[in-house]
Each structure stands twice: as C-alpha cells, then as structure tokens.
C-alpha cells in the first residue's frame, strides 16, 4: 500500500522568502507525481505534473524534482507572496489511483 | 467546458438518511473518481471507475455504493448515513493519467 508523508504539516515565512515544501512514498512503482494546491474550502488545482521518467518540471516560480529511487520530490516556489498562501498536496499515482499526502499549509506573511 | 461539476455543493443529513452525490464531467474522460477528504488526512479514494458500467473499490468503500451508468456521469451514494461520513467529497476525472478535479461537496451527517 502507498504511504506518502509531506514534511512539514505546515511553514510560516515573510515575503520573499524561497519555499521548500518535502514529499516521500514508500512504494517507487509509480507513473507520476503531481503537487496541488488547495485554497481554504475550495478544490484542488494541479500545479505540477513530473512523469516517472522525469527528474523536474518547471512553472513559473514553481520548480518540482522527482527522485523516484530514493521515493522523494521537492516542490521549490521562489520569492513567495502572500497570494501562495494554501495548502500543497502531493499525490503520486499508482495502477490508475492517485494516493494523496495530508498536505502542507503555508502561510506566506506580508 | 464546465469540466468536472459536482452537485449539491452542501448537504446536512441525519443519521441513516440516505442520499446520492452526483459527479458530472463534459471531457469524454474514462476514468472517474470519488475521494473523501479529512482534516490532516489528505485525500482518500472511496470508488473509481475505468469506464461506463464498470465500477472498483478504492481504500476506504464501506457504508458507500457507487453507479457508472453513463460515461459522464459517476454517482456516489450513502444508502444510511453516519457521522463518521461527514467529510468533504471531491469527484476528479482522468485523461492520460492527469486528473482534473471537481470543487467539493461539503457533507455533514448530524
């Protein structure tokens, strides 16, 4: 069974400050990773998609790395603003099903 | 496109009342998905779907049925209620292993 554990639950940092946001899975078999973001009772959008055969994939000030030896991604969001406030979920698909973290909800301070 | 809509948005049952979740979505996907989410849990997958008529269990499918009769359409039903079901459900629908997700209905059972 998939296991994936995102360190830290939550992170608090001033504006301008670079995010590092940690994902890990016990089971390397996948076929992707995503990171989402979540806003306070709103559904989820996708941010970032790495395929299995990927190290990273890049958007914006978003910067995701896969190592899917070792069952770790990172998720880098550079000079943060108050608007990247939410939670980040990482999700890793195995067989057709998604497996989800519990998230990290990061407060970015003006 | 309206992608992927859920309905309703909220609903207050009591215990053993019986209701129906309805998942619709507009772009011919395959799969579809319904998942439950807990604070601190993350998301976790009740039943998923890999085409019309067919229907599997996810990881968490007890005291839920589900019904795919219809390639748009995924029903979610709780046939008695029980408040260890007050969650907010979230339908998501697949293409290319990339999932799309709906905005949420937020469920409480009393």
């Known amino acids: 069974k998939q296991e994936v554990t995102q360190i830290p639950a939550a992170l608090s940092v001033p504006e301008g400050e670079n995010l590092v946001l940690n994902c890990s899975f016990t089971d390397s078999a996948i076929y992707n990773l995503q990171w989402f973001r979540q806003d306070p009772g709103k559904g989820l959008t996708s941010l970032l998609l790495i395929q299995s055969s990927q190290r990273e994939q890049t958007s914006g000030r978003l910067n995701a790395s896969l190592d899917k030896s070792s069952g770790r991604s990172t998720l880098y969001i550079a000079a943060s603003q108050p608007g990247d406030s939410a939670t980040y979920l990482c999700?890793?698909?195995?067989?057709?099903?998604?497996?989800f973290g519990a998230g990290t909800t990061v407060t970015v301070r003006a | 496109n309206a992608g992927v809509t859920q309905t309703p948005k909220f609903r207050v049952l009591k215990t053993g009342q019986s209701m129906t979740l309805l998942c619709a979505q507009d772009?011919?996907?395959?799969?579809m998905y319904w998942y439950r989410q807990d604070p601190g849990m993350g998301l976790r997958l009740i039943h998923y779907?890999?085409?019309?008529?067919?229907?599997a269990k996810g990881e968490v499918p007890d005291g839920y049925n589900v019904s795919r009769l219809k390639k748009q359409n995924f029903l979610l039903g709780l046939e008695s209620a029980a408040p260890s079901q007050t969650s907010v459900y979230f339908c998501?629908?697949?293409?290319?292993?990339?999932?799309?997700f709906g905005p949420g209905t937020r469920l409480t059972v009393l």
């Open positions: 779907s890999v085409g019309e008529g067919t229907t």
């Open positions: 772009m011919n996907h395959e799969y």
């Open positions: 999700a890793v698909l195995n067989d057709y099903k998604l497996s």
């Open positions: 998501a629908s697949s293409y290319n292993r990339d999932e799309f």
